[in-house]
């Protein structure tokens, strides 16, 4: 069957080019910057530039181009791409390509291996914003078992690029970045707790040496993927170097029946200058697949408020004095259902509990919806306390492994919603709550790791299903309930992925609303998530997590810069504390068609301590300002806010409310974008802990 002898997925960031000429897997020529125009001669000038030179001691003679899944025996001696056998047989596949289907910005490549009796389909599916998104099916066409033990997809970095970058983290501290050298041999991240994780390396980067938020070309990949992955960068000693990813499989986990198939997560590969350029990709990519209303409405969550302490009175009140600060969705936290007074019971029966709600819930969704707020409920799905009524009736339907229980981990144990009488359970009685109840959001909790994930009777891992079916039951409810929302709460920041995001509208960035940890985790999270899905709120002055105490203004001016919230008990609140919440939302709530759907601008700064970040639209940016520490010297200099339009005229004002009461308003200026951009502005006098926000109005 003929084919095209090239393919060229190409945008004005990013581009990819395939050799397909030969039988094997194509190969991969090039992929980064934009390579214009390209015919049939040019692809061969550039096969032969690149192509390796002679080689010695062992190497093939013709060195090794890498494919996206690369292949044990062309003589790669890195990560192969596929892992697995029938029985220690059919361990090396050697794929040939039986046809090439192209179009502008897709590519899907049908191979074989009659030997192994395996047949692939790899996918190349170039997205808005130049992200290019990979994806491959394995299909077992022979008579017996074929064991998948991993399959991984990559994409070659050019070797200039020298210094890596990914991310760590724990509970309440999430990405953590980290940077080294990129050496000879492999840099390989797992993720193995049957979701994405604090500790995920989140998004991997490899980039020119120095490289940051503007500056330096830069490669990254994500594996999109809420269960156990992999993201790895590897250099071998051909000189050859690339990123990749996919699903961390269990022993056994993936055995393909004949006939059967497995189709890897999208792992997504992005290009670009800086890390702002990367980020803009993936943010892209978000808004053209799963876009949210950026007139996000404020929330209230009650958790810091009230904790376990469910009194209706008192939430009544609350939901008042949240309606007179302009809140406008009320967030009911966990503790509303069955013997859940605390965290050692209840998880798993999804009824309201009589001791809690003695008249229901229904009083007080009536309230909220009066005062004309939504009404939002928080649910724990995949959970379930070993003291609760669902556990004793199906102990069958917890995680384990055949012959004892898993430990618990927060008094709790994994409900298994591959087993399809468990997962209809849960979604029923979730449904029944929808059905008789006002609710347009769910606040979806995953409060522990997958330990012992095995399937009753017989103990095969099941992470795979389990990850499958959380997002089949977050999109069952949402098809019943048009207009729900539902937001990725998992510990804090735990299952943050591109493919979660494709169903769920909303993360909980961090159980941790410290404003100083925040300005970090937030400027982090924001490389894979756009403003408008980071749940960032305004916690009361002493913060639950770090017991750090802190200024309304300095809480706000961090928490605007994404999706705007409150959790705060607002009874104990001081009549200067609400006057001033009410102008932050106030404002907030005129701007959030900039912060929530304008584009990410991060500057690099040398002052340690110091961060800077905004937000750009076409008429308007916002940028904050924020010094964590005292500077070194007197004065930290100029800053400078690029992004913007460099021909237009800009008027920059400091905003009132970051103003200290008493301290003088300086006076606006009038720059150009490209003034702007490269003198600068000198930067303003705040004190550690406390951000100045500048707005810019185009003239």
């Known amino acids: 069957m003929t084919h095209p002898q090239f393919v060229l997925l190409q945008d004005d960031s990013t581009a990819l080019l395939l050799d397909c000429a030969g039988p094997w897997l194509p190969r991969v020529l090039h992929w980064g910057a934009p390579l214009g125009e390209l015919d049939q001669a040019g692809v061969e000038q550039i096969r032969q530039a690149v192509a390796h030179p002679p080689m010695h001691n062992g190497i093939p003679d013709e060195g090794y181009q890498v494919s996206l899944l690369p292949e044990q025996w062309a003589g790669w001696t890195g990560h192969p791409g596929l892992s697995g056998s029938r029985g220690g047989r059919a361990w090396a596949p050697r794929f040939t390509v039986g046809s090439v289907e192209a179009e502008q910005r897709r590519a899907v490549v049908h191979a074989v291996d009659t030997d192994a009796a395996l047949e692939l389909e790899l996918t190349w599916e170039l997205a808005a914003g130049g992200l290019l998104s990979t994806r491959a099916q394995l299909t077992n066409t022979g008579a017996d078992g074929y064991q998948l033990d991993q399959l991984l997809l990559c994409l070659p970095v050019p070797a200039r690029a020298g210094e890596l970058l990914d991310f760590a983290g724990r509970w309440g501290k999430e990405r953590v970045p980290q940077r080294r050298a990129m050496t000879v041999g492999s840099h390989w991240r797992e993720g193995r707790h049957g979701r994405t994780g604090a500790d995920s390396a989140f998004v991997l980067h490899l980039g020119e040496p120095g490289f940051g938020f503007r500056a330096g070309e830069v490669w990254s990949v994500h594996t999109g993927w809420s269960g156990n992955h992999v993201h790895y960068a590897e250099r071998t000693l051909t000189g050859d170097q690339v990123i990749g990813g996919g699903e961390l499989l269990l022993p056994g986990e993936m055995v393909l029946d004949a006939g ?62 949240a309606s007179q600060v302009g809140i406008e969705r009320f967030v009911l936290d966990d503790g509303w259902f069955g013997a859940r007074r605390d965290d050692h019971a209840g998880l798993g029966d999804w009824v309201v509990s009589d001791e809690a709600w003695p008249q229901g819930l229904h009083p007080l969704v009536d309230e909220v919806t009066r005062l004309g707020m939504q009404f939002g409920l928080w649910f724990e799905p995949e959970m379930v306390n070993p003291d609760s009524d669902l556990a004793r009736a199906h102990p069958d339907w917890v995680m384990q492994v055949p012959g004892r229980l898993p430990l618990e981990s927060r008094h709790q144990w994994v409900l298994n919603l591959g087993i399809p009488e468990a997962y209809a359970h849960v979604r029923d009685q979730l449904m029944a709550l929808l059905d008789c109840h006002a609710i347009s959001y769910i606040k979806w909790d995953h409060n522990r790791d997958l330990a012992d994930p095995g399937t009753s009777p017989e103990g095969r891992p099941g992470v795979h299903e389990q990850t499958l079916a959380f997002y089949r039951l977050v999109d069952e409810l949402k098809a019943a309930h048009p207009g729900l929302e539902i937001e990725s709460c998992s510990s804090g920041g735990s299952r943050i992925d591109l493919e979660v995001m494709q169903h769920c509208d909303r993360v909980w960035v961090s159980d941790n609303i410290d404003p100083t940890d925040r300005q970090q985790m937030m400027r982090w999270t924001a490389q894979l998530l756009p403003p408008e899905m980071l749940g960032s709120h305004i916690a009361s002055g002493a913060s639950h997590t770090t017991g750090r105490n802190h200024d309304i203004a300095y809480r706000a001016a961090t928490a605007v810069f994404g999706h705007l919230g409150v959790e705060w008990d607002l009874a104990k609140a001081t009549d200067e504390e609400l006057r ?120």
């Open 580 to 699: 001033q919440l009410t102008a932050w939302i106030a404002w907030y709530r005129e701007h959030r068609e900039v912060l929530n759907a304008g584009r990410l601008v991060r500057v690099d700064l040398a002052e340690p301590g110091a961060f800077l970040h905004g937000v750009v639209t076409e008429e308007v940016a916002v940028f904050g300002y924020t010094l964590l520490e005292l500077p070194t010297t007197w004065s930290p200099g100029t800053i400078t806010l690029p992004g913007l339009d460099p021909s237009a005229r800009y008027r920059v004002e400091h905003l009132d409310l970051t103003v200290p009461q008493g301290q003088e308003q300086p006076a606006p200026v009038e720059l150009t974008g490209h003034q702007l951009a490269t003198v600068g502005l000198r930067a303003p006098q705040v004190l550690p802990e406390r951000t100045r926000i500048l707005v810019l109005h185009r003239l």
């Open 260 to 321: 059967q198939s497995y189709t890897s997560p999208w792992v997504h590969f992005a290009h670009g200058q800086g890390l702002d350029q990367v980020a803009a990709s993936h943010h892209a990519f978000l808004r053209e697949r799963h876009p949210v209303d950026a007139a996000r409405p404020v929330t209230l969550n009650v958790w810091e408020a009230v904790y376990f302490d469910h009194d209706a009175d008192r939430l009544l009140d609350l939901a008042r004095r």
